[in-house]
């Protein structure tokens, strides 16, 4: 995961029963030395992906702030530089079973030019304005305790072809349970030959409790040749690492 010149990886961690620490690796690409400060924030999904800051926890919502501590809280990195910061697991003995969700965001504090950066100079007036957007990033951290009762499956299959922008495939992603879901969308066409393509990709699509839903729309790239005339669509979603199947829908056309 990236922004300006920060690299972060992994771009989301999440504790299990065992383990008590995560580390994160940090890059700066850029040219110039960089400051970050690291602090935790709390976020909602909408239905859309999008997050939207909140300071209590919606219904159904567990913060994981009290029970995680990141150090240290600030880096200071020179050009092509990296650094390693931990996430400690704190408090454990106060978890109930279900799932803790909070994100660790990422703020510059001092770039000599940061992205965004404009400066306007009113020669006539003798006024300068200088605005500086001071960017950050965020990486989510989920606490699971217990076992997951979560499933999930695919609706809302629906296939436009818009003239002059291409294809698209709308579709949603449903979860129930106490428990996100986070992997891959792949999506295939198989034409009436019975011969797949892989004609679509999205990687890294959660639904973030307590949410139920998440609609999606991706651009279909057609094969040469072809143009999904007869045929389906087959909509797969599986877990981001060890590519278990979460859900499957196909589409006929």
Excluded: C, W
Excluded at 61 to 88: C, D, G, H, I, M
Aim: no cysteine; proline share 4%; hydrophobic share 35%.
């Amino acid at each position: 995961m990236a922004q300006g010149d920060l690299v972060i990886f992994p771009k989301r961690v999440v504790f299990e029963e065992k383990n008590r620490i995560q580390q994160i690796n940090l890059a700066n690409t850029g040219k110039d030395t960089a400051v970050y400060n690291m602090s935790f924030v709390e976020f909602r999904m909408t239905e859309l992906g999008n997050f939207e800051e909140i300071t209590v926890p919606d219904l159904g919502q567990q913060f994981a702030t009290p029970y995680l501590r990141v150090y240290p809280r600030q880096v200071t990195l020179a050009p092509n530089e990296s650094q390693t910061v931990k996430v400690q697991l704190i408090n454990s003995n106060k978890l109930q079973v279900g799932e803790y969700r909070s994100h660790l965001y990422f703020r510059a504090v001092k770039t000599t030019k940061p992205l965004g950066q404009e400066e306007s100079i009113d020669k006539a007036a003798g006024l300068s304005v200088k605005i500086e957007a001071v960017f950050g990033i965020s990486i989510a951290n989920i606490i699971r305790k217990g076992e997951s009762n979560t499933s999930i499956t695919l609706s809302g299959l629906h296939y436009e072809n818009k003239k002059d922008l291409g294809a698209f495939l709308h579709f949603d992603i449903n979860r129930i349970g106490n428990m996100s879901s986070y992997g891959d969308i792949t999506v295939n066409y198989i034409s009436p030959q019975n011969k797949s393509y892989e004609v679509g990709k999205i990687k890294g699509i959660g639904v973030y409790t307590p949410g139920t839903l998440r609609r999606n729309t991706i651009a279909l790239q057609k094969p040469k040749d072809i143009n999904f005339e007869g045929g389906k669509f087959k909509v797969i979603y599986t877990e981001n690492e060890d590519k278990a199947v979460l859900a499957e829908k196909e589409l006929d056309l």
